[in-house]
């Protein structure tokens, strides 16, 4: 028995240290099940062994008998002290649900406490999200309390009133279409194909966000204020899940008085099984052993519970049904505003929404000219954001001197001038030969080269007269930069100029070496970096074998330094860049 305890023991410890083999042992079926059952049956046969050591030998097969039964006996008693304390944690997380005869009627002010916040995004708890705005649009409904936190000690009231009669700070919920994403599905659902249900719930989605934009900039201003107000029913959403606890999802309605209107929740708990054992939990990923649990759950198999779809089936006027029109007058108000170049109209505010409406596709041809006349109009704006949706990497050649003039504009982010200048940086070859004044002056002025650096790269296109400046450029941001990170963008930038201009930029060699071979370089700051300049300076003119290397560099290492360089050299692309 000792032995065979042995054997069961180097098998368990096999599939303990290996999970993974088990998931792949169960391919074979009969290896997979041994070394799924091994930590089981070695705690066991330890304990019995231990047990049967105990007893007197001549009892023979009878002792071993009894070890075995008492091993497991003693198991249980030891496991069901846990068993007990997790049932009974479970029957307590239980409350009984609370059904409407009807829909129920939502008035006055809304306070939402919402107690899953743990599960939001960084910064959520701060907006109104898609059930905040489908409340504030249920009829009868004044105001929503959002009250956020396991404590729900951070409280902001939204509200809408009618347009003009506060400043319009431009508040707006976050992605109000979200709340599709709770509705039931539809009873035809299963007659359509796959193709025309994402067409139905697109289209949903974007007539829900074009009814929000057209409503703020037209009938109504959204405003937030972080002063409760004394709430006429209070919706409350938990969501609790920790470990060795219950989960607990639950979504509840109470009256001014604080009685329960409605309650719906899904209880689930694993409770440690009594006699215990081993249990194997297989993934492709992350196989692993845990101590066996029995389930416990006050809903079905699987059941997910969604508290927000749970309200939009028993709220009246929760459900919402936009209008199929909405997206056709946001573009006919915007092409209106855009056109009115007298005055800020207030259509204006729908272009960066609408621009986003577009998704992450190319626009048609009719859209994309009146994404060119909302970035050439400097009235609106933040468009970088959006426009990046449209054109991540590239853009059309006549935004050249739109996008200038975005760089200049003072109200333009610095996010926003570092986007526009790597769309630039990628225009055609060329295209810079003859720089405007604006564009000169993007260059000069070190407060906008700073966010624009990847424009630096483009004066490369006037050829030797290029050189100069770019030269003049890494001087600065040497002299005045004393971080890495505050030159790198206009180190690399230059790097990439130098590299295009090649030979006509033979006149830069001696200052770039310079540069290269101090001490504590000012234009590196790994080997990437230190490649991208050997490669700038190879281009420039300098024989590979003549490439500036540290000094206790070993012939093997400088050889494969040279014979790195002479790879990229033969596949340079201007387009690609260095790093």
Known sequence: MIILTVIMGFIALIALAMPDLVLLGLFLI????????????????ASATAIRWLLPARTGVKATVLAFCTAGVLAALVAYPFRWMGEREYRASIQEDVVCASLLKLEGNIRLERRDVLHWKRGQTEQCDELCAALLLVPGVKSVTLANGIDCQHETTWKLVPRGSVPNKRLKPINPEEIFQHYPIEENADRLGGTRIHEFHQARREQLAAEWNLRLATRNTLIARDVAVAPDITIVITRSKQDSTPAVERVEVLGQSGRTLFRRSLVEHAVVNSPPY???????????????RTKYSTGSRRERFDPIAELIENVEGLRQTPSEDAPRLVKQRLVEALGNVASDSDGLELAVPWIVG??????????????????ADLRVPDVGEALRRIYPKTIPLRYRSILVQRIIAQQTHAEDRTYFASLLSKMPPGTFADMTAEEWQVINDPSLRVDSAAFIERLADLGKPGVQPMLEILQHAVQTMPKWHQRKPVVQAVCRGLARLGPDANEALPMIRSLFEQQRCPITNSAGDALAWRIAMARMGLSIEELPHPPSWKEPAIAKMRDQVSRRLAKYDPEAGLW
């Open 30 to 45: 009969v290896p997979g099940i041994i070394l799924m059952v091994a930590p089981t049956a070695f705690l066991y046969m």
């Open 278 to 292: 081993i249990a194997f939990h297989p993934s492709m990923s992350n196989s692993r052993f845990a101590i066996g």
């Open 358 to 375: 577009l998704g992450y596709q190319t626009p048609s041809d009719k859209d994309a000219e009146i994404v060119h006349r909302i970035v």
